[in-house]
C-alpha cells in the first residue's frame, strides 16, 4: 500500500489504536493519533488489557515510565495482541538504562513484536551493541544504527525504524531513509514517543512495513510545515498538530524516501 492510500485508508476507518505509553506522553500521543486520523485509547490497568486489547486494531507499548504493574499490563496485553492476531508496536525507551527495563524490554522481545520504533542509540544497545545514549536521549547517528537495525529485523522478524533527523526504516530484506522534519522537534518532550503511537494507527490499516513508512512520511511532512512557521517548541505544538490534521491523501511526498 502506498503512503498515501495508506493515510486514506487511516482517515476513512478512524482506527482504534491501544496506547500503553508514559505519562509524559499520554497527552501528545493521544492528541498525534487523533490529528492524524486514528482514536486513541489509554489503557493500562492489568486488571482490563487482556479484555481490552483484542477489541483495538492495534497495540502499542512504550516503556518509557516503568513500574512492576506497567510492565504486567505491557506484558499481558502484548500476549492478548498475539492471541487475537492485532499487531503491536514496541517502543524500547531507554531499555539499556537500568536492569529492571533491560529485563522488561526482553521480556517485551519474546512476545514478537510487530514493529520496533527507537532512536540510534536504543537500537544499536538492542542489537547487543554499544550506544551513546543518555537516558531517552540519542547519542548516535541514525547512520551508525542502520545494520543493528537489518539485524533486529531479521533476527525477531519485524519492521525496525529508527527515528532521527534522518529516519531509517527496515524489515531485513527493503530498506528506506525518510527526510524532512524540523530541528525543533527534539525540543518538544514526549514527541518521539507520539510517533510509535502513529506508526501504530498506520498498522492498524497497511501492512507492517507500508504502514511504518506512511507514518514516518506523515511525521515528516507535518514537521517541516510546522517548523517553517513556528517561532520555538511551544509554537511548533501548536503548528505540528494542525499539520497532522490538514495533511490530505495525496500530500504526503514520496521524492522523501529513498529506498537503501
Known sequence: MQPNAALEALRTQS??????????AMNIAANVTLAAGGSPAMIHAPEEVADFTPIARVLTVNIGTLSAQWVES?????????????PWVLDPVAHFATPFRAKATLDLLALKPTIIRGNASEIIALAGGSGSGKGADSGDNVSDAQSSARGLALYHDCVVAVSGPIDFITDGKQSVSITGGSDIMPKVTALGCSLTALVGAYAAVAPSFEATVAAFLHFAEAGERAGAEAS?????????????????????????????
Open 232 to 260: 520555538g517548541p511551544g509554537s511548533f505544538s501548536v503548528a505540528f498538530l494542525d499539520a497532522l490534521h490538514a495533511l490530505q491523501p495525496g500530500d504526503l511526498a514520496e521524492t522523501r524516501i529513498s529506498w537503501n
Open 74 to 86: 505491557m506484558k499481558a496485553a502484548a500476549a492478548a495482541a498475539n492471541g487475537a492476531d492485532v
Open 15 to 24: 482506527p482504534l489504536v491501544h496506547c500503553i505509553t508514559n505519562y509524559v
